[in-house]
T-cell receptor, first 117, second 109 residues
Framework: EPEVTQTPSHQVTQMGQEVILRCVPISNHLYFYWYRQILGQKVEFLVSFYNNEISEKSEIFDDQFSVERPDGSNFTLKIRSTKLEDSAMYFC???????????????FGPGTRLTVL | DAKTTQPTSMDCAEGRAANLPCNHSTISGNEYVYWYRQIHSQGPQYIIHGLKNNETNEMASLIITEDRKSSTLILPHATLRDTAVYYCIVGFNFNKFYFGSGTKLNVKP
Protein backbone atom coordinates (compact mmCIF):
# COMPACT_ATOMS: atom_id res chain seq x y z
CA GLU A 1 0.00 0.00 0.00
CA PRO A 2 1.43 3.42 -0.93
CA GLU A 3 2.55 5.53 1.99
CA VAL A 4 4.10 8.88 2.78
CA THR A 5 7.75 8.65 3.79
CA GLN A 6 9.85 11.18 5.69
CA THR A 7 13.57 11.61 6.27
CA PRO A 8 15.37 11.81 8.54
CA SER A 9 13.48 10.15 11.35
CA HIS A 10 15.41 12.24 13.88
CA GLN A 11 17.34 15.44 13.31
CA VAL A 12 19.44 17.13 15.97
CA THR A 13 20.65 20.65 15.29
CA GLN A 14 22.11 23.64 17.03
CA MET A 15 20.04 26.75 17.58
CA GLY A 16 20.41 29.13 14.66
CA GLN A 17 21.20 26.43 12.13
CA GLU A 18 19.15 25.70 9.04
CA VAL A 19 17.38 22.37 8.68
CA ILE A 20 15.56 20.76 5.80
CA LEU A 21 13.00 18.08 6.46
CA ARG A 22 12.14 15.86 3.55
CA CYS A 23 8.96 14.10 2.55
CA VAL A 24 7.99 11.85 -0.32
CA PRO A 25 4.22 12.07 -0.74
CA ILE A 26 2.12 9.31 -2.26
CA SER A 27 2.85 9.37 -5.97
CA ASN A 28 -0.50 10.40 -7.46
CA HIS A 29 -1.30 12.95 -4.77
CA LEU A 30 -1.39 16.62 -5.60
CA TYR A 31 -1.95 18.32 -2.24
CA PHE A 32 0.72 18.44 0.40
CA TYR A 33 0.77 19.54 4.02
CA TRP A 34 3.07 20.01 6.96
CA TYR A 35 1.93 19.72 10.55
CA ARG A 36 3.91 19.74 13.76
CA GLN A 37 3.39 18.39 17.25
CA ILE A 38 5.34 19.72 20.20
CA LEU A 39 5.82 17.02 22.83
CA GLY A 40 2.65 16.52 24.82
CA GLN A 41 0.65 19.00 22.75
CA LYS A 42 -1.83 18.89 19.89
CA VAL A 43 -1.01 18.34 16.25
CA GLU A 44 -0.91 21.79 14.60
CA PHE A 45 -1.30 22.74 10.96
CA LEU A 46 1.61 24.62 9.42
CA VAL A 47 1.05 24.89 5.67
CA SER A 48 -0.69 23.41 2.67
CA PHE A 49 0.73 23.38 -0.85
CA TYR A 50 -0.79 22.82 -4.27
CA ASN A 51 0.28 23.50 -7.82
CA ASN A 52 3.69 24.71 -6.70
CA GLU A 53 2.42 27.34 -4.35
CA ILE A 54 1.26 27.72 -0.79
CA SER A 55 -2.51 27.37 -0.46
CA GLU A 56 -2.77 28.26 3.19
CA LYS A 57 -0.46 28.78 6.14
CA SER A 58 -0.87 29.19 9.85
CA GLU A 59 0.48 31.88 12.16
CA ILE A 60 3.26 29.48 13.11
CA PHE A 61 4.54 29.42 9.52
CA ASP A 62 6.48 32.68 9.62
CA ASP A 63 9.36 33.92 7.47
CA GLN A 64 11.70 31.37 9.01
CA PHE A 65 9.78 28.59 7.31
CA SER A 66 9.58 27.73 3.64
CA VAL A 67 8.35 24.80 1.58
CA GLU A 68 9.37 23.55 -1.80
CA ARG A 69 8.67 20.77 -4.23
CA PRO A 70 12.09 20.60 -5.87
CA ASP A 71 11.23 17.72 -8.17
CA GLY A 72 8.34 15.42 -8.99
CA SER A 73 8.61 13.37 -5.85
CA ASN A 74 9.96 15.34 -2.90
CA PHE A 75 8.32 17.96 -0.70
CA THR A 76 10.54 19.80 1.76
CA LEU A 77 10.16 22.01 4.81
CA LYS A 78 13.05 24.36 5.53
CA ILE A 79 13.59 26.19 8.78
CA ARG A 80 16.20 28.89 8.20
CA SER A 81 17.36 29.66 11.70
CA THR A 82 16.09 27.16 14.22
CA LYS A 83 14.95 28.14 17.68
CA LEU A 84 14.64 26.00 20.78
CA GLU A 85 10.85 26.16 20.44
CA ASP A 86 11.01 24.57 17.00
CA SER A 87 11.75 21.25 18.70
CA ALA A 88 8.81 19.04 17.74
CA MET A 89 7.63 16.16 15.59
CA TYR A 90 7.00 17.33 12.04
CA PHE A 91 4.49 15.41 9.98
CA CYS A 92 4.05 15.57 6.25
CA UNK A 93 0.71 14.62 4.70
CA UNK A 94 -0.62 14.32 1.18
CA UNK A 95 -3.98 13.90 -0.48
CA UNK A 96 -5.39 13.44 -3.94
CA UNK A 97 -8.25 15.46 -5.33
CA UNK A 98 -11.63 14.11 -4.40
CA UNK A 99 -13.72 13.00 -7.34
CA UNK A 100 -17.42 13.25 -8.05
CA UNK A 101 -18.00 15.54 -5.11
CA UNK A 102 -16.25 13.23 -2.71
CA UNK A 103 -13.70 14.57 -0.29
CA UNK A 104 -10.01 13.79 -0.24
CA UNK A 105 -8.28 12.03 2.64
CA UNK A 106 -4.98 13.19 4.08
CA UNK A 107 -2.40 10.47 4.64
CA PHE A 108 0.35 11.21 7.10
CA GLY A 109 3.98 10.19 7.18
CA PRO A 110 5.75 8.77 10.24
CA GLY A 111 7.24 12.13 11.16
CA THR A 112 10.65 13.67 11.77
CA ARG A 113 11.64 14.41 15.32
CA LEU A 114 13.51 17.72 15.35
CA THR A 115 15.60 18.49 18.42
CA VAL A 116 17.11 21.97 18.65
CA LEU A 117 19.89 22.34 21.21
CA ASP B 1 -9.57 25.70 17.37
CA ALA B 2 -10.93 22.19 16.98
CA LYS B 3 -14.56 22.05 15.92
CA THR B 4 -15.16 18.79 17.74
CA THR B 5 -15.56 17.65 21.34
CA GLN B 6 -14.41 14.25 22.55
CA PRO B 7 -14.05 12.62 25.96
CA THR B 8 -10.51 12.80 27.28
CA SER B 9 -10.14 9.08 27.85
CA MET B 10 -11.98 5.78 27.68
CA ASP B 11 -11.27 2.22 28.75
CA CYS B 12 -12.24 -0.89 26.84
CA ALA B 13 -11.74 -4.57 27.55
CA GLU B 14 -9.81 -6.51 24.95
CA GLY B 15 -12.16 -8.28 22.54
CA ARG B 16 -15.06 -5.99 23.29
CA ALA B 17 -16.38 -3.23 21.06
CA ALA B 18 -14.98 0.24 21.64
CA ASN B 19 -17.46 3.05 21.00
CA LEU B 20 -15.85 6.47 20.78
CA PRO B 21 -18.22 9.45 20.66
CA CYS B 22 -17.65 12.83 19.06
CA ASN B 23 -19.70 15.99 19.11
CA HIS B 24 -19.53 18.28 16.09
CA SER B 25 -22.62 20.44 16.48
CA THR B 26 -21.31 23.26 14.25
CA ILE B 27 -20.51 21.04 11.27
CA SER B 28 -21.25 22.61 7.89
CA GLY B 29 -23.30 20.93 5.19
CA ASN B 30 -20.32 20.01 3.02
CA GLU B 31 -17.97 18.98 5.80
CA TYR B 32 -17.04 15.37 6.31
CA VAL B 33 -16.31 13.63 9.59
CA TYR B 34 -12.86 12.01 9.67
CA TRP B 35 -11.35 9.74 12.27
CA TYR B 36 -7.63 9.29 12.76
CA ARG B 37 -5.61 7.70 15.49
CA GLN B 38 -2.11 8.28 16.79
CA ILE B 39 -0.10 5.60 18.51
CA HIS B 40 2.61 7.12 20.72
CA SER B 41 4.19 9.88 18.61
CA GLN B 42 3.71 8.18 15.27
CA GLY B 43 2.02 9.94 12.38
CA PRO B 44 -1.77 10.13 12.54
CA GLN B 45 -3.28 7.06 10.90
CA TYR B 46 -6.43 7.42 8.82
CA ILE B 47 -9.29 5.20 9.98
CA ILE B 48 -12.52 6.19 8.25
CA HIS B 49 -14.60 9.14 7.10
CA GLY B 50 -18.21 9.86 6.23
CA LEU B 51 -20.62 12.60 5.24
CA LYS B 52 -24.06 11.54 6.43
CA ASN B 53 -24.41 7.83 5.85
CA ASN B 54 -22.95 5.23 8.14
CA GLU B 55 -19.69 3.81 6.87
CA THR B 56 -17.77 0.61 7.49
CA ASN B 57 -14.34 -0.55 6.45
CA GLU B 58 -11.90 -3.21 7.56
CA MET B 59 -10.84 -1.16 10.57
CA ALA B 60 -14.01 0.36 11.98
CA SER B 61 -17.56 1.56 11.58
CA LEU B 62 -18.72 5.16 11.66
CA ILE B 63 -22.20 6.04 12.80
CA ILE B 64 -23.33 9.62 12.08
CA THR B 65 -26.54 10.92 13.61
CA GLU B 66 -29.26 12.12 11.27
CA ASP B 67 -28.71 15.75 12.22
CA ARG B 68 -24.92 15.21 11.73
CA LYS B 69 -24.15 16.90 15.02
CA SER B 70 -22.46 13.87 16.49
CA SER B 71 -20.89 10.60 15.49
CA THR B 72 -19.52 7.40 16.99
CA LEU B 73 -16.51 5.42 15.90
CA ILE B 74 -16.86 1.73 16.60
CA LEU B 75 -13.94 -0.67 16.80
CA PRO B 76 -15.81 -3.98 16.81
CA HIS B 77 -13.25 -6.15 18.60
CA ALA B 78 -10.64 -4.00 20.30
CA THR B 79 -7.13 -5.38 20.73
CA LEU B 80 -4.22 -4.12 22.79
CA ARG B 81 -2.76 -2.66 19.59
CA ASP B 82 -5.78 -0.36 19.33
CA THR B 83 -4.56 1.58 22.38
CA ALA B 84 -4.03 5.06 20.96
CA VAL B 85 -5.34 8.62 20.86
CA TYR B 86 -8.33 8.85 18.53
CA TYR B 87 -9.11 12.12 16.80
CA CYS B 88 -12.43 13.16 15.32
CA ILE B 89 -11.99 15.93 12.72
CA VAL B 90 -14.44 17.75 10.49
CA GLY B 91 -13.35 19.19 7.20
CA PHE B 92 -13.66 19.27 3.44
CA ASN B 93 -11.40 19.13 0.44
CA PHE B 94 -7.88 20.31 1.02
CA ASN B 95 -8.77 22.02 4.24
CA LYS B 96 -6.29 22.15 7.05
CA PHE B 97 -7.21 19.72 9.76
CA TYR B 98 -7.79 20.96 13.27
CA PHE B 99 -6.65 18.34 15.74
CA GLY B 100 -8.17 18.59 19.17
CA SER B 101 -6.93 16.65 22.17
CA GLY B 102 -8.69 13.47 21.06
CA THR B 103 -9.75 10.50 23.17
CA LYS B 104 -7.10 8.32 24.76
CA LEU B 105 -8.42 4.78 24.37
CA ASN B 106 -6.94 2.28 26.79
CA VAL B 107 -7.59 -1.31 25.80
CA LYS B 108 -7.07 -3.58 28.79
CA PRO B 109 -6.50 -7.34 28.87
Amino acid sequence: EPEVTQTPSHQVTQMGQEVILRCVPISNHLYFYWYRQILGQKVEFLVSFYNNEISEKSEIFDDQFSVERPDGSNFTLKIRSTKLEDSAMYFCASSEPGTSGKTDTQYFGPGTRLTVL
Amino acid sequence: DAKTTQPTSMDCAEGRAANLPCNHSTISGNEYVYWYRQIHSQGPQYIIHGLKNNETNEMASLIITEDRKSSTLILPHATLRDTAVYYCIVGFNFNKFYFGSGTKLNVKP
